[in-house]
């Protein structure tokens, strides 16, 4: 009877791990009839583990080689379109440029893929979420027409120990996502609540559900635009798998009868702490 306790615990141990998990189970105490099994189990976890750590590695190396040879091209698209006279060389200048500068944004998300999926998350200590929220906001909104973005913070700090980075990758992805989505005739809406709860949402055509279901699928989009890279919500997808918190889609956006909404809960210190 220990000996299928053991066993049984052994079991309720590799139910319950994350899907994306792959540390050894823990097999002390192993009956010596199944530790061969259990052996072999973490021996395959770990040839797991190796083996989509180096897909990411590549990926995300690959992706920063490509950043230097990506800018100089850039550089001389733009000094061919300033020293042509002939204006269809111009265009296709133009249009070598524009393709070059989506390939960037590509590698970009590529790197950031690899950091959400393989990298450390959660630090030990904890710092304030408005401080990362306020910076992506401006950083995005300079690139953007101004006024496109409204951002409400809590008055009170809200600690996390969430990595900001991590923070910044996640909150960029969702306000650029909503920018290049949503309705230019209404400000996408970037709300962080004093429990931690972000809320990205934007004006725009309702989206039915099979294409919610759909959207944090690596490479899929919500409309015709080349200029995006079907990356951003998988990014903020695998940042929350990663933290255990879901990443809840939601069109219309509450409280409205158009839109979409992105939620997603962060871990925050207990205030009463």
Request: charge should be neutral; glycine fraction near 6%; hydrophobic fraction near 45%.
């Amino acid at each position: 009877m220990p000996s299928r306790r053991v066993s049984h615990r052994f079991g309720e141990r590799l139910d319950a791990r994350h899907a994306r998990d792959l540390s050894p189970v823990p097999d002390d105490e192993i009956p010596s009839e199944i530790a061969p099994v259990a052996a072999t189990l973490n021996r395959l976890l770990g040839r797991l583990k190796a083996s989509f750590d180096a897909e990411r590695s590549f990926a995300a190396n690959a992706a920063h080689e490509l950043r230097t040879p990506l800018a100089g091209a850039i550089a001389q698209a733009q000094r061919l379109q300033s020293e042509t006279r002939d204006p269809a060389a111009g265009v296709r200048a133009a249009e070598i440029e524009s393709t070059l500068k989506r390939l960037t944004r590509l590698s970009e998300r590529l790197m950031q893929l690899a950091r959400a999926e393989g990298g450390q998350l959660r630090l030990d200590h904890s710092s304030d979420l408005r401080i990362a929220a306020r910076v992506v906001v401006a950083e995005v909104a300079r690139k953007e027409v101004p006024g496109r973005i409204a951002l409400a913070l809590p008055e009170t700090p809200v600690m996390s120990d969430l990595d900001p980075d991590a923070f910044g990758i996640l909150c960029r992805n969702l306000v650029e996502n909503a920018l290049r989505h949503g309705s230019e005739a209404s400000p996408v809406e970037v709300t962080l609540t004093p429990d931690g709860e972000l809320i990205v949402a934007n004006d725009g055509p309702v989206l039915p559900s099979e294409t919610l279901a759909r959207l944090t699928g690596r490479f899929e989009r919500a409309g015709a635009r080349a200029d995006g890279s079907g990356l951003g919500l998988a990014i903020v997808a695998a940042i929350a798998d990663r933290i255990e918190s879901p990443l809840v889609l939601r069109s219309p956006r509450p409280g409205a009868s158009s839109g979409f909404a992105a939620c997603i809960r962060l871990p925050v210190a207990d205030a009463g702490a």
